[in-house]
């Protein structure tokens, strides 16, 4: 505030101020009531998805026109690494390092040659990034979606094979390696 402001002054930036705190409360109000109505929308959308009432066309419709982002997907599975620029620090320091497609930094180069990488992030669902794919046990409508990369891994992976509930028919060395999983897992 201003060091000779009158007594009239100080009272009209007291009512600037309460009038300015007064706006920023409704904001975060409004903009917590928005979110938790987007929310409800989106589970619910899901649940009709899953029971079959929405196809896939009406999801993804509906997923580009309310800009629907996933969160902590590898950046591989959709397609995207990491950027190489030249970096300086606070200290002044100049050196290589890896940024996001937004140009957030990831981290120091480890050597002169390295290549750009995979990471963590949130990527908008778009249909040149994701695929749909059903999911029952899906909760939001990101659920519903998979990294185009990653989709194309699943494909090629071979199924496992199904497991017998009489383990006296299949080969000792196969029964021991799945118990050895159990162990590991647990």
């Avoid at 009709?48 to 009432?53: D, E, I, R, S």
């Avoid at 300086?88 to 180069?109: M, P, S, V």
């Avoid at 794919?133 to 891994?153: M, P, Q, T, V």
């Amino acid at each position: 505030m201003m060091q000779n402001a009158s007594p009239k002054n100080a009272a009209d930036n007291s009512v600037i101020e309460r009038g300015l705190k007064r706006q920023i409360i409704r904001y975060r109000n409004s903009s917590e009531i928005w979110q938790g109505a987007y929310m409800k929308m989106n589970v619910e959308t899901c649940k009709l998805a899953v029971a079959g009432v929405l196809t896939e066309e009406h999801v993804w419709n509906l997923v580009t026109k309310i800009d629907t982002w996933k969160e902590n997907v590898c950046s591989a599975d959709v397609g995207v690494w990491s950027k190489i620029e030249t970096y300086t620090n606070q200290k002044g320091e100049t050196f290589r390092a890896h940024f996001t497609e937004n140009g957030r930094f990831i981290q120091r180069c480890k050597t002169e040659h390295d290549k750009p990488k995979s990471y963590t992030g949130n990527f908008k669902i778009t249909k040149e990034r994701f695929v749909f794919a059903f999911n029952a046990d899906a909760k939001k409508l990101e659920d519903l979606f998979i990294g185009r990369h990653a989709s194309a891994r699943l494909e090629q992976e071979p199924e496992p094979e199904p497991e017998r509930a009489d383990d006296d028919e299949m080969p000792l060395s196969k029964v021991a390696k799945r118990i050895m999983k159990r162990k590991l897992n647990e």
